[in-house]
């Protein structure tokens, strides 16, 4: 039975009655060696096109891909697709899943814009040859479904944070809920400099999280603020900018951010996080920073 919940006052149950989930140990990327901003799908690719150095978009993927390396993930390389510029933002083609009994699964994206619609079955092959179970949307009242880009797993716990408003369709939720047994917290998204979810949410552990306040609605900052003990915003310019919030903290403790993100940095090494800064400016001008740039995985 489906869970998807869309104001506070429908939250019943604690964070410690979820059922648990391992932290993945593996990154997928894909290789940038076709990046570049070719047309436009959100207001940061505006007056962007031909502007991308690609030798230095090459440097910054390879900065960032070693620093998973460092911390001790194994890294799965994809190559690039010509024709597909954007299909770097590995993060947006699927939604992984592992169950309790450790069978891995995933549910394919329908992507927004027709640009991008063909990058999903080269990221379906690579599931096919790690062997996960592949599902796709069945719903009809689905038009569209941009995976991690817009649902975000609770650290360590079967509970799925799900936007919509630009990019994914609110129906996609019932379904993700009924696939992979879990909960979904719905957040309806206001401001389109903030299109996916992994713009403005930061799920950083089981506690804490880094938003950007404004791109949600009253009931948005509500669901989040009942969730979560520790809430860490950051302001305007660090989130428009340096796409601050686009951070990704993969075991709880090391955060991974573009650099430059002075106010937020501070407040997370305040909350006890460990802060590695990787430039990702080129991959800015296409509206995508460190966590679109990967897929975590099982």
């Given at each position: 039975?489906?869970?998807?919940?869309?104001?506070?006052?429908?939250?019943?149950?604690?964070?410690?009655?979820?059922?648990?989930?391992?932290?993945?140990?593996?990154?997928?990327?894909?290789?940038?060696?076709?990046?570049?901003?070719?047309?436009?799908?959100?207001?940061?690719?505006?007056?962007?096109?031909?502007?991308?150095?690609?030798?230095?978009?090459?440097?910054?993927?390879?900065?960032?891909?070693?620093?998973?390396?460092?911390?001790?993930?194994?890294?799965?390389?994809?190559?690039?697709?010509?024709?597909?510029?954007?299909?770097?933002?590995?993060?947006?083609?699927?939604?992984?899943?592992?169950?309790?009994?450790?069978?891995?699964?995933?549910?394919?994206?329908?992507?927004?814009?027709?640009?991008?619609?063909?990058?999903?079955?080269?990221?379906?092959?690579?599931?096919?040859?790690?062997?996960?179970?592949?599902?796709?949307?069945?719903?009809?009242?689905?038009?569209?479904?941009?995976?991690?880009?817009?649902?975000?797993?609770?650290?360590?716990?079967?509970?799925?944070?799900?936007?919509?408003?630009?990019?994914?369709?609110l129906e996609v939720?019932?379904?993700?809920?009924?696939?992979?047994?879990?909960?979904?917290?719905a957040l309806e998204?206001?401001?389109?400099?903030?299109?996916?979810?992994?713009?403005?949410?930061?799920?950083?552990?089981?506690?804490?999280?880094?938003?950007?306040?404004?791109?949600?609605?009253?009931?948005?900052?509500?669901?989040?603020?009942?969730?979560?003990?520790?809430?860490?915003?950051?302001?305007?310019?660090?989130?428009e900018k340096f796409?601050?919030?686009?951070?990704?903290?993969?075991?709880?403790?090391?955060?991974?951010?573009?650099?430059?993100?002075?106010?937020?940095?501070?407040?997370?090494?305040?909350?006890?996080?460990?802060?590695?800064?990787?430039?990702?400016?080129?991959?800015?001008?296409?509206?995508?920073?460190?966590?679109?740039?990967?897929?975590?995985?099982?």
């Amino acid at each position: 039975m489906s869970t998807v919940i869309t104001s506070a006052d429908q939250i019943n149950f604690k964070r410690s009655e979820l059922k648990p989930m391992p932290v993945p140990d593996q990154v997928m990327m894909v290789k940038p060696t076709y990046f570049d901003v070719e047309y436009v799908i959100n207001p940061h690719m505006n007056n962007q096109i031909g502007n991308v150095d690609t030798m230095q978009a090459e440097n910054e993927w390879e900065h960032l891909r070693d620093g998973y390396k460092e911390l001790g993930y194994k890294v799965h390389v994809l190559n690039g697709v010509k024709g597909y510029p954007d299909m770097v933002f590995s993060a947006n083609q699927s939604l992984p899943y592992i169950s309790p009994e450790g069978e891995r699964h995933v549910l394919m994206s329908v992507m927004n814009s027709k640009q991008r619609k063909g990058e999903v079955p080269y990221i379906e092959e690579f599931y096919k040859k790690q062997e996960y179970k592949i599902h796709h949307i069945q719903s009809e009242n689905v038009e569209s479904f941009e995976g991690m880009g817009d649902a975000l797993w609770h650290f360590k716990r079967g509970l799925i944070w799900g936007a919509y408003g630009f990019r994914s369709s609110l129906e996609v939720y019932e379904e993700i809920s009924d696939l992979f047994d879990v909960p979904v917290i719905a957040l309806e998204l206001q401001n389109d400099k903030f299109y996916h979810l992994d713009t403005c949410m930061c799920v950083l552990n089981e506690q804490t999280v880094l938003i950007y306040r404004d791109a949600f609605n009253e009931e948005g900052y509500m669901l989040i603020q009942a969730m979560f003990d520790t809430v860490i915003e950051a302001t305007a310019y660090e989130a428009e900018k340096f796409f601050a919030v686009n951070a990704v903290c993969p075991d709880g403790k090391n955060v991974m951010i573009q650099q430059g993100c002075t106010d937020v940095n501070q407040k997370l090494r305040d909350a006890g996080f460990y802060v590695h800064e990787f430039s990702t400016y080129e991959f800015i001008k296409s509206g995508g920073s460190v966590f679109c740039m990967k897929m975590m995985l099982w």
